[in-house]
């Protein structure tokens, strides 16, 4: 069973940084992709920012230029840098990894940590 561990959020100012981490329990190879989504109460999960398998990154307008994935192939984790950080970016953010079986694909979720931007 996948496992997927989540740290780093918390309360930060508008303009200010924060730093998520998501650790799997192997090797982040093992998935398609890995990526951060995000969820606010009464709205739909929405994508913030993917890295497949061969680097390619996807981010969602709003973050494009704010945020980035960088993983860390030996310690099998994938972070989430966020700067600039805006009062619309408080969410509860979740850590995405997409594995594909016989043509279907399979999502593991982590537990999800929560964002506040506010001053």
């Known amino acids: 069973q996948v496992q997927l561990v989540e740290s780093g959020g918390g309360l930060v100012q508008p303009g200010g940084s924060l730093t998520l981490s998501c650790a799997t329990s192997?090797?982040?190879?093992?998935?398609?992709?890995m990526g951060w989504y995000r969820q606010v109460p009464g709205k739909q999960r929405e994508l913030v920012a993917a890295?497949?398998?061969?680097?390619?990154?996807n981010y969602a307008d709003s973050v494009k230029g704010r945020f980035t994935i960088p993983r860390d192939n030996a310690k099998n984790t994938v972070n989430l840098q966020m700067h600039n950080l805006k009062p619309e970016d408080t969410a509860l953010y979740y850590c995405?990894?997409?594995?594909?079986?016989?043509?279907?694909?399979?999502?593991?979720w982590g537990q999800g940590t929560q964002v506040t931007v506010s001053s």
């Open positions: 995405n990894a997409a594995r594909y079986a016989l043509g279907s694909r399979l999502d593991s």
């Open positions: 192997g090797s982040i190879f093992n998935f398609a992709a």
């Open positions: 890295i497949t398998r061969g680097g390619t990154t």
